[in-house]
Nanobody, 124 residues
Framework: QVQLIESGGGLVQAGDSLRLSCVAS????????LTWFRQAPGKEREFVAT???????YYGDSVKGRFTISRGNGENTAYLQMTNLKPEDTAVYYC??????????????????WGQGTQVTVSS
């Protein structure tokens, strides 16, 4: 059974940095995409970043150059380092896992396992 637990959200000011963590169990990294999505009130769930099949990394256009996704040394943790945060980054951030193909990594409907989400609020 796949279990994902996020942590690290909070309230920060514009320009600040924050690091989110996703501890995953029940997955084999080389078979899965481990992905961060976010959802702001009234908006659709948005692709943020993914580590696909352990070594391939992709970012959403809105966070490219500011966010970095990485794996922990223990392999069962994925981090999302967020820098130069903007008010428009305010959202609930979710960690998701799934055996997705490359063309589907940005589609939340292709992920079968989700964490509970962690709130990130950026004030101006």
């Amino acid at each position: 059974q796949v279990q994902l637990i996020e942590s690290g959200g909070g309230l920060v000011q514009a320009g600040d940095s924050l690091r989110l963590s996703c501890v995953a169990s029940g997955i084999t990294f080389r078979e899965y995409g481990l992905t961060w999505f976010r959802q702001a009130p009234g908006k659709e769930r948005e692709f943020v970043a993914t580590i696909w099949r352990a070594t391939n990394i992709y970012y959403g256009d809105s966070v490219k150059g500011r966010f970095t996704i990485s794996r922990g040394n223990g392999e069962n943790t994925a981090y999302l380092q967020m820098t130069n945060l903007k008010p428009e980054d305010t959202a609930v951030y979710y960690c998701a896992a799934g055996r997705v193909i490359l063309s589907s990594i940005r589609n939340p409907n292709h992920y079968g396992s989700w964490g509970q989400g962690t709130q990130v609020t950026v004030s101006s």
